[in-house]
């Protein structure tokens, strides 16, 4: 898609969503789209940034606007970041590097995901940029402290444990769709993918994808690779784990998937650098807090000891202007970067973060705050 036409019909978060859903087999947007059980989580972290209102002070205004922070001694040129996001490759070749490029050229972070189809040392080499890694806790310890080993010797900056995927959350249209890795193409599978070329001749023209990270860790293909993947997490994980891997990296720890402040408490006694307050995206237990919602208690229970990001729910500049408002760092964004990816592979995503920068500094200017340090939980109602 050209950048006329992105300017003209993706001139929101929203509106790429449905840009989206028009490029990719229904099978494969419901995976990025869809989250578990019931979807209320899902649904939950959205409406909570409805909820909350701001309070502008147009007479503070300003013709200069400074959205740039600062994270880990990096100067960030603004406060959206690219979270981790798996199988990114399945909506645009190689899609863990199209984002990566996106948010290196903006000036932001790109999380890699465990699951990427672009393996570890290859977006170090071929994208570069502020990179970190995501990494679970697995039953074999060994697996997770290779990914801490690897990433470190790639360059990585910054590492990102997630504590929330202890097993795969029960993602009902997934089951609804017969979702698998690889895709099984069925009669109606089939036409569907008919209905969509351009996805079809963009993913036919590239190698097949597969679990790329995971391919030095024994079986290569991806049908044993997708059978293999449940069974290497663990449910037993604890703070034991935490520490262990705080002794063996050096640089940046962050924990994500917190919603507890005693847990909040636990990680900084513990020395991480960072927390990501995040449900995952509604995609493991529909039956918690949205993301903004638990932020107050995370926040309250660190004291600004330590940065807290929020990941979950982000549609709008000013979803991001109120989280910062309570006194997060700054956002993830899962979702959106995907639906940009999957419209327009690299300019999708740029797309999207171009769209929440302006967002951002419009609200900024119509609120009356010059940069983001001056926002505080005055700006909220």
């Not at 935490?242 to 063996?248: I, M, N, Q, T």
Request: aromatic share 6%; net charge positive.
């Amino acid at each position: 898609m050209h950048a006329k036409s992105l300017n003209r019909h993706g001139y929101s978060i929203a509106a790429m969503r449905n840009l989206a859903r028009k490029q990719l087999p229904r099978v494969v947007f419901d995976f990025v789209d869809g989250a578990a059980d019931d979807e209320r989580v899902l649904r939950r972290n959205e409406q909570a940034f409805a909820d909350t209102l701001l309070l502008p002070r147009p007479l503070q205004g300003t013709t200069v606007r400074d959205q740039s922070i600062e994270l880990f001694g990096e100067r960030l040129k603004g406060p959206v970041l690219i979270g981790p996001t798996g199988l990114a490759g399945m909506l645009w070749p190689r899609g863990e590097a199209e984002s990566a490029r996106a948010a290196k050229a903006a000036g932001t972070v790109y999380t890699m995901s465990h699951a990427s189809t672009v393996a570890i040392e290859d977006l170090a080499r071929d994208v570069g940029g502020n990179l970190w890694m995501q990494v679970f806790v697995y039953r074999d310890r060994g697996l997770t402290r290779s990914f801490a080993e690897r990433a470190h010797a790639a360059g990585y900056k910054a590492l990102v444990l997630t504590i929330d995927n202890q097993i795969p959350g029960h993602r009902e249209r997934d089951v609804r769709n017969g979702f698998t890795v690889p895709l099984s193409m069925g009669v109606a599978s089939l036409l569907d993918v008919a209905l969509h070329p351009g996805w079809w001749l963009r993913m036919s023209r590239t190698p097949r994808f597969t679990f790329a990270n995971y391919r030095l860790e024994g079986a290569s293909d991806i049908m044993s690779l997708a059978a293999r993947m449940g069974s290497l997490l663990t449910p037993d994980l604890n703070w034991k784990d935490v520490e262990l891997l705080r002794a063996a990296w050096d640089r940046p720890l962050l924990l994500k998937g917190v919603l507890h402040p005693d847990e909040a408490k636990r990680a900084m006694e513990l020395g991480l650098d960072g927390l990501i307050v995040s449900n995952h995206g509604g995609r493991q237990l529909d039956a918690v807090p949205a993301s903004l919602e638990a932020l107050p208690a995370v926040l309250d229970a660190v004291g600004g000891r330590i940065p807290v990001l929020l990941d979950g729910g982000v549609r709008r500049g000013t979803d991001v202007i109120k989280a910062l408002a309570l006194g997060a760092r700054a956002c993830l964004i899962g979702r959106p970067q995907l639906w940009g990816l999957a419209t327009a592979g690299e300019r999708g995503v740029a797309w999207v973060l171009e769209l929440l920068r302006t967002e951002v500094d419009r609200a900024m200017a119509l609120g009356g705050w010059e940069s983001l340090a001056k926002l505080d939980r005055s700006a909220l109602r």
